[in-house]
C-alpha cells in the first residue's frame, strides 16, 4: 500500500505493508503516552571500576541534549559518558548511562528540571551504542477515528496482516526530523565533501513548522551569508547553531570547523542518517517490487560494506547511482572521525504486539489505543505505530 504523505516519500518510507484504513489518531498528547525502557543482559558490577552506571530517566528532552545538560552541571566533558542508544525527545524514557571517574554522590545531588538520576552502580564497562538487547515500549494513541468496535476491527486486521508479512524495518522519522527532516540531506553533502553546503544546510535552511524568529533568523542567514549578523539575531534556543556562528564568525572559510563544533555523535548521526535513507530507499524499491523482505538483509553502506549478493543488491546500487554517491565517498576524507564502513541490517522485524481499545479519557467520546511491544536495537517504534494509524506524519 503506498503512502500518501509527502513526508514518507521524502524520507523514504513510501509503502505501508498492511492494507487496513488505519485507526489515525495523535501520538504523545501527554509525554506519559510515550514511555521506553532499555533491555539489557546483565551487566559485570565491580566495586573497584572506573565507571559509574546510573539510570536517566528524562522528559521532553533528547539524550545527546540531555547528556550535556548533565555534564555542564557537573564541569566535565560530555565525552567521559556513554550510552547504548539515543531516545526521542518527546517521551518519558529511561536508559542506562556510564561516566567515567567520578564518585555517585556528585550525582545524587543534582537537580534538573526533568531529568531523574538513581540506581548508581560500579563497573569496568563503559556503555556504547548497540549495548542493550533492545527496548520495551508502552504507547497511547489518543483521539482514534471510529468507535470502539470498528478501532478494535482495524487493530485485529492490522495484527494479523503484521504477523504475515513482518514490520518493514524502516529509519523512522526520529532519524531525519519531523519539523526539520534534512539530517540525512546535511550528511549526504559531508560524504559528498560540500562542507558549505553541509553547514548552510544545518543551520541556514528554513522550515515551515519552525518558529517565526527562527525562520526568520535563517533566512537572513541565506540571503546575506552574513555568520556575525547572524549570531546576534539567532534565538538563545538554537546552541548547536550559534556555536557554530561563533566559530564561522571567527574563521569564515572553516566549515569543518563549525562542524566540529557539533557534538561528536551528532555528526556521525548526520552521515548515519544519508545511510538511512539509502537503506528506506532500498527497502521501498524491494516492497514495490514484491520480493519477500521477512528473510532479507540489506546494507546499511559504507566503504567497505560491499552490496548485497542477491536481487537486493541490484537495488543498492540502483539507489546509490540515483543519489549520486558511491561506496568510496563514505570514507570522508574531510572529517576522517565521521566515516562509515557500513553494516547488514534486517529488512524485516517480527514482534509480539499487545494492545488494549479503551474510551479517551483526556478526550471525551473518543477512544484511545494503548500498545506495548518489544524491538530490536535500531529500531523504530514509529515505524510499528504507522502501520496502526496511517496518518499525517506530523501526528507522530
Not at 569496568?124 to 470502539?148: A, M, P, Q, S, V
Not at 516492497?287 to 542477491?310: C, H, M, P, V, W
Not at 517480527?350 to 471525551?364: G, H, Y
Request: net charge neutral; aromatic share 8%.
Amino acid at each position: 500500500m503506498i503512502s500518501p504523505f509527502e513526508l514518507d516519500r521524502l524520507l523514504g518510507l513510501n509503502y505501508f505493508i498492511s492494507n487496513t484504513t488505519g485507526v489515525k489518531g495523535k501520538l504523545r498528547q501527554i509525554p506519559d503516552d510515550f514511555s521506553v525502557d532499555e533491555v539489557f543482559e546483565d551487566s559485570r558490577e565491580d566495586d573497584e571500576g572506573e565507571y559509574l552506571h546510573f539510570i536517566m530517566e528524562k522528559r521532553n528532552w533528547d539524550t545527546i541534549r540531555a547528556v550535556d545538560n548533565v555534564s555542564r552541571a557537573l564541569h566535565i566533558s560530555r565525552k567521559r559518558f556513554g550510552y547504548a542508544g539515543t531516545k526521542d525527545r518527546r517521551a518519558v524514557t529511561k536508559q542506562r548511562m556510564s561516566v567515567w571517574n567520578i564518585e555517585r554522590e556528585n550525582l545524587e545531588v543534582l537537580n534538573l528540571k526533568d531529568i531523574k538520576l538513581y540506581n548508581f552502580v560500579r563497573s569496568d564497562e563503559r556503555l556504547n551504542l548497540g549495548d542493550l538487547l533492545g527496548n520495551k515500549f508502552k504507547i497511547t494513541i489518543r483521539k482514534t477515528e471510529g468507535d470502539i468496535n470498528q478501532v478494535k476491527e482495524v487493530m485485529q486486521e492490522t495484527v494479523s496482516q503484521l504477523s504475515l508479512g513482518g514490520v518493514p524495518n524502516y529509519f523512522g522519522y526520529q532519524r531525519f526530523g519531523i519539523v526539520r527532516p534534512n539530517t540525512h540531506l546535511v550528511g549526504k553533502k559531508i560524504i559528498q565533501g560540500d562542507l558549505d553546503g553541509a553547514v548552510m544546510q544545518y543551520i541556514a535552511k528554513p522550515y515551515p513548522g519552525e518558529r517565526e524568529d527562527t525562520k526568520e533568523a535563517r533566512e537572513m542567514l541565506s540571503e546575506t551569508g552574513n555568520f556575525k549578523k547572524a549570531l546576534e539575531v539567532y534565538p538563545s534556543r538554537l546552541n548547536y547553531e550559534r556555536n557554530m556562528l561563533d566559530a564561522l564568525v571567527k574563521n569564515p572559510k572553516d566549515f569543518a570547523g563549525a562542524l566540529r563544533r557539533l557534538p561528536k555523535k551528532l555528526r556521525r548521526m548526520l552521515v548515519h542518517a544519508c545511510q538511512s535513507h539509502i537503506f528506506n530507499e532500498v527497502l521501498s524499491e524491494a516492497i514495490a517490487e514484491g520480493i519477500n523482505i521477512r528473510t532479507k538483509n540489506i546494507k546499511l553502506l559504507g566503504y567497505k560494506s560491499g552490496f548485497s549478493q542477491d536481487e537486493i543488491g541490484r537495488i543498492e546500487k540502483e539507489v546509490l547511482e540515483r543519489e549520486d554517491l558511491t561506496m568510496e565517498q563514505f570514507k570522508i576524507n574531510s572529517m576522517p572521525e565521521v566515516s562509515v564502513t557500513g553494516e547488514d541490517r534486517r529488512a524485516s522485524i517480527n514482534t509480539k504486539i499487545s494492545f488494549d481499545v479503551e474510551e479517551d479519557e483526556l478526550n471525551p467520546c473518543l477512544i484511545k489505543v494503548s500498545f506495548s511491544f518489544f524491538l530490536p536495537p535500531g529500531s523504530y517504534a514509529t515505524t510499528v505505530l504507522r502501520e496502526f494509524m496511517k496518518t499525517n506524519p506530523l501526528n507522530y
